[in-house]
């Protein structure tokens, strides 16, 4: 009787990845579970490249949702299905962020202007815009650095970059903006781009409402001048999806903002 037993299981630092799948045997079974270091949800796919003499307790390729912050999330066991053969299986998989399979976009939900100011800013690149837009639902609005930026919607924070102080019109600055990004309560994210150095007001974790205060615009990036870049993004295999937004307005309507136009 010959039994062997083949494992692959990179922990996911070493690829620059960050959830991680691992397994635990027991006497008949393989379990595997996942954790996760961060504050919104991962979808995982589990496949399994070799799978002889083998059982599974979900049909594979399998995928599954990471619960954020999971320390030790069950996803599916293995055992071996006839005890005189040989047996083995080699596993894989990959992730996403975000909840791929149960994310919807209400595109009337009303989200707030991102940010609180005295007067109304203008829209100076709308949807699709040429200069830097293209294929993206993204929307800049002119805005002197120093500007109140505020969340458009309820969430929690996950990911935050506040150190860099240089900007610039050429692509060399790309990785240089700070930015704050949110998990919304839909499972959508919110990304506030360009803020000013330092100019972070929360923690990575931490649960804002629509309208709190979030950060100090600035220009730090890739950015002509100083403005508030927002979009809305769907969790996605690998691309970037964005969705369109509409606007609780001061006089009360709820509108798709236009390039061109100012809106408080
Ligand atoms: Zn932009």
């Not at 295999?237 to 609780?248: C, E, S």
Request: charged content about 20%; aromatic content about 14%; hydrophobic content about 35%.
């Amino acid at each position: 009787m010959k039994y062997w037993f083949l494992y692959w299981l990179l922990p996911l630092q070493l690829l620059g990845q960050e959830v991680e799948v691992f397994s635990e045997r027991t006497d008949s079974t393989i379990n595997f579970y996942a954790r996760s270091p961060y504050y919104c949800h991962y979808t995982v796919e589990i496949k399994f490249d070799a799978f002889e003499n083998m059982q599974s307790s979900l049909p594979v390729p399998a995928t599954l949702v990471i619960e954020p912050r999971a320390t030790k999330q069950f996803l599916l066991s293995v055992w071996q299905k006839e005890k005189s053969k040989a047996w083995k299986y080699k596993f894989n998989y990959r992730f996403d962020q975000g909840d791929l399979p149960n994310t919807k976009h209400d595109d009337a939900y009303a989200y707030y202007l991102p940010y609180s100011s005295p007067r109304s800013h203008t829209l100076v690149q709308g949807y699709f815009g040429k200069f830097s837009h293209a294929n993206t639902h993204a929307l800049d609005f002119e805005m002197p650095e120093g500007t109140t930026i505020i969340a458009a919607r309820d969430g929690v924070v996950i990911k935050t970059k506040y150190d860099s102080n240089v900007g610039g019109t050429s692509p060399e600055f790309i990785d240089k903006g700070n930015y704050v990004l949110i998990y919304h309560d839909d499972g959508t994210f919110g990304s506030y781009f360009h803020l000013k150095q330092n100019g972070v007001k929360v923690n990575i974790g931490q649960q804002v409402k629509r309208g709190e205060v979030i950060g100090i615009s600035g220009n730090t990036g890739w950015s002509s001048a100083p403005h508030l870049h927002f979009e809305v993004l769907l969790p996605s295999n690998g691309v970037k999806l964005t969705v369109p937004t509409k606007f609780l307005l001061k006089n009360g309507q709820v509108e798709s903002l236009q390039e061109g136009k100012s809106y408080r």
